[in-house]
C-alpha cells in the first residue's frame, strides 16, 4: 500500500510539474499599500486634518474636566481635616460623580472620532478599490493584495501600486473638481441668458 501512494504521489508530481509553468505564467499579482494611499492623497489629507482638529477639541474638553477632577481632589484634601463627615463624604461623592462623567465623556469620543474616520474614509476606499479594480482588469492581475493585511513582507517595486493609485485617485479627484467648476460656469452663464 505505501508503494501505491508513492506512486499516486510521483505521478501527481509529474503532472503538476508538467502544467505549473503554464499554470503560473498567467497568474499576476500586484499589492498596495491602503493605508498609505490614503494618507497620501489630497482628500485623505484633508479627511486627516479635519479629524485632527476634532482630536483637537475633545482633548481640550477632555483636559479641562480633568483639571476640574484634579482641583476638586485637592480641594477635599486640603480640607479633609476641617469638613464634617456629612460634608466629606458628598464632596467625594461630587467627585467620584465628575470621574465617572469624564470616563463617559472619553469614550463618547472615542466612539465619536472612530465614526467620523470611518465617514471620512469609506468614500475615499471606495474610489480606490474602483481604480484598483480598473487597473487589475485593464492590466489582467489575476489578484491585487493589500500589502499591511495579507502578510506580504516582500515585493519588487514594479508589483506595488501604491504610488499609482495615488496619482489616479489626485487626477481623477482634479479632473471632478474641474468639470464641476466648468459646469458650474456654463450654468450660470445658462441663466443670464
Known amino acids: 500500500m505505501s508503494l501505491k501512494r508513492h506512486a499516486v504521489t510521483l505521478v501527481a508530481a509529474l503532472l503538476l510539474a508538467a502544467y505549473a509553468p503554464h499554470t503560473y505564467a498567467q497568474v499576476r499579482v500586484a499589492v498596495v499599500d491602503l493605508q498609505r494611499a ?27 474636566q480633568q483639571q476640574k477632577l484634579k482641583k476638586m481632589k485637592e480641594d477635599i484634601e486640603k480640607q479633609k481635616a476641617v469638613l464634617s463627615r456629612d460634608a466629606l463624604q458628598h464632596r467625594l461623592e461630587e467627585y467620584q ?72 485617485y489626485n487626477a481623477q479627484r482634479r479632473s471632478r473638481a474641474s468639470g464641476m467648476g466648468g459646469m458650474g460656469m456654463r450654468a450660470s452663464k445658462n441663466k443670464r441668458r
Not at 41 to 59: C, H, M, P, S, V
Open 38 to 64: 490614503m494618507s497620501e492623497t489630497e482628500d485623505g489629507r484633508r479627511a486627516k486634518n479635519q479629524l485632527k482638529r476634532l482630536f483637537k477639541r475633545r482633548q481640550q474638553t477632555l483636559d479641562a
Open 97 to 168: 460623580k465628575a470621574f465617572v462623567e469624564l470616563q463617559s465623556t472619553y469614550v463618547e469620543y472615542q466612539r465619536e472620532l472612530a465614526q467620523k474616520e470611518g465617514q471620512l474614509t469609506q468614500r475615499i476606499l471606495e474610489r480606490m478599490q474602483e481604480i484598483l479594480r480598473h487597473i487589475g482588469q485593464a492590466e489582467g492581475f489575476t489578484l491585487i493584495l493589500e500589502s499591511n493585511e495579507g502578510g506580504v513582507v516582500w515585493v519588487p517595486s514594479n508589483l506595488d501600486l501604491t504610488d499609482r493609485v495615488i496619482q489616479e
